[in-house]
């Protein structure tokens, strides 16, 4: 028996931030995620249902070189109801955030907004139609 087939959920995702000040100021301030819990300077989550996501610095395991500008190191992907995508895209676009792709249905049956984050990763909105 494999001892990985307990895993039922990703419990927490790490985002290594470049410039932490600017990934804070628009996971706080632009999505408007409250912090949870900050461990240190380079250590700060927020509580999304039943995940956590956290914004560090690499330090306690990785000391991998920071993923070059202007390349993605993940995408992350949000669930809303449908009228929220677009209520997203607004509120994105009056905080003066480029959007990647706006609201748009696709064959598949979500709706997506797709966006970067500070440090280029692509995040997305979406919802099931």
């Known amino acids: 028996m494999n001892p990985f087939g307990g895993i039922r959920a990703v419990d927490y995702t790490v985002i290594f931030a470049r410039d932490m000040a600017a990934m804070r100021a628009f996971y706080e301030e632009v999505l408007g995620f409250a912090v949870a819990r900050t461990l240190s300077s380079g250590w700060i989550?927020?509580?999304?249902?039943?995940?956590?996501?956290?914004?560090?610095?690499?330090?306690?395991?990785?000391?991998?070189?920071?993923?070059p500008a202007g390349s993605a190191a993940l995408?992350?992907?949000?669930?809303?109801?449908?009228?929220?995508?677009?209520?997203?895209?607004?509120?994105?676009?009056?905080?003066?955030?480029?959007?990647?792709?706006?609201?748009t249905d696709r064959a598949f049956g979500h709706r997506t907004l797709f966006f970067r984050d500070p440090d280029g990763n692509l995040l997305e909105v979406f919802a099931e139609i």
């Not at 669930?79 to 009056?94: G, H, I, T």
């Open 75 to 103: 995408q992350l992907a949000f669930k809303v109801s449908a009228p929220q995508v677009d209520q997203c895209a607004e509120e994105l676009l009056r905080q003066g955030v480029d959007l990647v792709s706006p609201p």
């Open 45 to 67: 989550e927020y509580q999304l249902g039943g995940n956590t996501l956290a914004l560090a610095r690499p330090s306690l395991t990785a000391q991998d070189a920071p993923t």
